[in-house]
């Protein structure tokens, strides 16, 4: 039985980076794990986020499936050309499932150029390098039929195993604006694990090779009128035969000018799987935003309350960083 969880927990890890992969609701709210090309695409000096997602508990306890995403990013004023700049980020992303935490975490660092094109596009290209490293987190939660049978001896000892690879990942991105009133246009292409690494196990050196992840989104920010604004998305993921699609629309309403205060409220589908409700609001640099999935697909008998599938939380902050005049004092000779 020890032999058996242990090759299970195997061969789900492997399956799983093939078969699903980490997924979020409300891509938006972690632009590093969507693309490298988005590190310091923002107007400010920083910028700060985080992603939680708890998927699917009502299926079989509170440990089902948590995802966290956590990541910071700059400007720096490095340039080629004029107007140009710099982003330098580092992308934390966990998933962990079940009581003893079976899962994958690892930071990864990103960098990207933006070339501003003309007055109304900017380019940007990205990259990114790091380690993702999967592992048992919690061992001694297992259950093992030798315990159970009051056998000696600790066999979740023989859980401490572990596997990783390295990511290497590169991406683009274009920003547009079109029409007297410029309405946003975004379009983006990121390939990750493009090296197409083997997830090898730590203690025995084997492993399997994995496929290149490739997202694609198309946005448009059109600006219905001086105060609201239809935020729309479309996401797509393919991962060898699996292709995931999200389209999404948020209506953003100026609710008081003086306090930049933004109400946001949305809908968006996953394709054969779930309706997305998303409701949230941005306060001048802060932004914060709640989603939860209804699974529609065959999943939704399983859970309880019927079809609750996810609950997610995003939440990103700008941040600017003012430089104080230092101006040189001037003497002024008195008149005589």
Same mark, same amino acid.
């Given at each position: 039985m020890k032999h058996i969880?242990?090759?299970?927990?195997?061969?789900l890890g492997l399956n799983y980076s093939f078969g699903q992969d980490?997924?979020?609701?409300?891509?938006?709210?972690s632009p590093l794990h969507v693309n490298p090309a988005n590190s310091g695409l923002f107007k400010g000096s920083y910028r700060l986020g985080a992603l939680v997602r708890d998927q699917a508990f009502a299926i079989s306890s509170s440990a089902a499936y948590k995802t966290i995403n956590f990541y910071i990013d700059a400007t720096m004023p490095w340039k080629v050309r004029k107007n140009d700049w710099i982003g330098f980020g580092i992308n934390f992303v966990q998933d962990r499932s079940g009581d003893i935490g079976w899962g994958s975490g690892g930071f990864i660092a990103q960098v990207a150029y933006?070339? @501003?094109?003309?007055?109304?596009?900017? *380019?940007? %290209? =990205?990259?990114q390098y790091g380690s993702v490293n999967y592992n048992i987190?919690?061992?001694?939660n297992s259950k093992f039929e030798s315990t159970?049978?009051?056998?000696?001896?600790?066999?979740?000892?023989s859980l401490q195993k572990s596997a990783k690879y390295t990511d290497f990942s590169i991406g683009?991105?274009?920003?547009?604006? @079109?029409?007297?009133?410029?309405?946003? *246009?975004? %379009? =983006?292409?990121n390939a990750s694990r493009l090296n197409q690494p083997t997830l090898t196990e730590v203690s025995t050196g084997g492993g399997q090779k994995l496929a290149t992840l490739f997202t694609a989104n198309v946005g448009l920010n059109y600006h219905l009128n001086p105060k609201v604004d239809l935020r729309n998305n479309l996401w797509?993921?393919?991962?060898?035969?699996?292709?995931?699609?999200?389209?999404q629309c948020v209506a953003s309403y100026l609710f008081n000018v003086e306090k930049a205060l933004r109400l946001n409220a949305g809908l968006g589908y996953r394709f054969g799987d779930a309706l997305q409700f998303m409701f949230g609001a941005d306060i001048k640099n802060l932004s914060f935003q709640l989603a939860i999935d209804q699974?529609?697909?065959?999943?939704?008998?399983?859970?309880?309350?019927?079809?609750?599938?996810?609950?997610?939380?995003g939440v990103k902050y700008i941040g600017i960083v003012s430089k104080k005049p230092n101006p040189k004092p001037k003497v002024f000779c008195p008149r005589f």
């Open positions: 969880l242990i090759a299970f927990c195997l061969i980490v997924h979020f609701t409300q891509y938006s709210f933006h070339l @501003i094109a003309n007055s109304r596009n900017t *380019i940007s %290209l =990205g990259a987190q919690h061992p001694e159970q049978r009051g056998i000696p001896g600790n066999p979740s000892a683009m991105n274009l920003l547009s604006s @079109i029409g007297s009133a410029k309405h946003g *246009i975004e %379009l =983006g292409l797509l993921r393919n991962l060898k035969s699996n292709t995931e699609i999200i389209p699974t529609l697909s065959s999943l939704r008998t399983a859970q309880s309350p019927a079809g609750f599938g996810a609950v997610e939380l």
